[in-house]
């Protein structure tokens, strides 16, 4: 018998830089949001090790120490069990690309690890070890949309959006997070506004938009194409990138857009999806 836990793909549908602090992180105010599509990170208590399967597994390849297996070790560790079998991460989602693909597989372990030894997935100490793996796991974590504040770590569930039609385009360029902040021009442009998740989505900005452009020149050519699609509401990126995302009010507005990317750039991933 295995055990299963999505690890659904995370969205900013905001992202304000505000200032760059003494610990070298940078104080931020973003709106999460999370889509009903991802990676599964799945237990085989007989097995043994770690593997990595999926289309995007071959970016993974690589790193036989990663965010699932330090989830795994902290989680042991801090609630002193010794988790049998191997895991499995069914990487679907691209790598290096601004949907917290790493951190929400790392909170989908401590969901997964915690289910299995009856911990409530609210548990302190799990969103303890969230913050310790990186700054959007605890987001990862919840689960559902919030407004994140601090590294992002400070959690403000709201209601809203729920249901919304979303497109995400990535055009096939991963973009460090690292060199992405290291861009940020430090200009603070104010915070994220009050009310609901769409509404304030739609008056705020992200602000690594342009130093991702700069990175990737390709995103620029994304957000314009999906940003002139009938229907839609807001295009932007997400987190540092390279992936893109639309809403739209109407699935068959999104079902239309999506046929017009595939058409034009069959290279592109391309998702159709809706907000969690």
């Not at 597994?57 to 801090?78: C, I, K, M, Q, Y």
């Not at 689960?143 to 039609?165: D, Y």
């Not at 602000?207 to 999906?226: G, K, N, T, Y």
């Amino acid at each position: 018998m295995t055990f299963s836990e999505p690890a659904p793909a995370k969205l900013n549908l905001a992202l304000h830089v505000r200032r760059r602090r003494a610990d070298g992180y940078h104080e931020l105010e973003t709106l999460f949001a999370f889509v009903t599509e991802g990676d599964v990170v799945t237990l085989d208590p007989s097995g043994a090790g770690f593997a990595v399967t999926g289309p995007f597994a071959p970016g993974l390849s690589h790193e036989p120490d990663n965010l699932v297996t330090r989830a795994r070790t902290r989680f042991d560790a801090a609630f002193e069990v010794a988790t049998r079998g191997g895991i499995v991460l069914d990487k679907r989602l691209p790598v290096a690309s601004g949907l917290g693909g790493g951190s929400a597989d790392a909170a989908a372990t401590l969901r997964l690890l915690a289910r299995i030894n009856g911990i409530g997935p609210d548990a302190p100490r799990l969103f303890e070890i969230a913050e310790s793996l990186g700054s959007d796991v605890p987001a990862c974590l919840l689960g559902r949309t919030a407004r994140g504040s601090g590294r992002g770590e400070v959690l403000v569930p709201v209601q809203g959006g729920a249901g919304m039609p979303v497109l995400l385009v990535n055009p096939g360029v991963g973009v460090s997070t690292a060199a992405v902040f290291a861009r940020w021009d430090g200009i603070d442009r104010g915070p994220l506004m009050a009310g609901d998740p769409v509404g304030a989505a739609l008056a705020g900005r992200n602000d690594l938009e342009p130093a991702a452009r700069a990175i990737a020149p390709v995103i620029s050519e994304v957000l314009a194409m999906l940003g002139a699609m009938p229907g839609v509401r807001l295009a932007r990126m997400s987190g540092s990138g390279a992936t893109c995302f639309a809403l739209f009010d109407a699935t068959d507005a999104r079902t239309r857009a999506a046929r017009q990317v595939k058409e034009a750039h069959p290279g592109w991933w391309c998702l159709e999806t809706v907000l969690s």
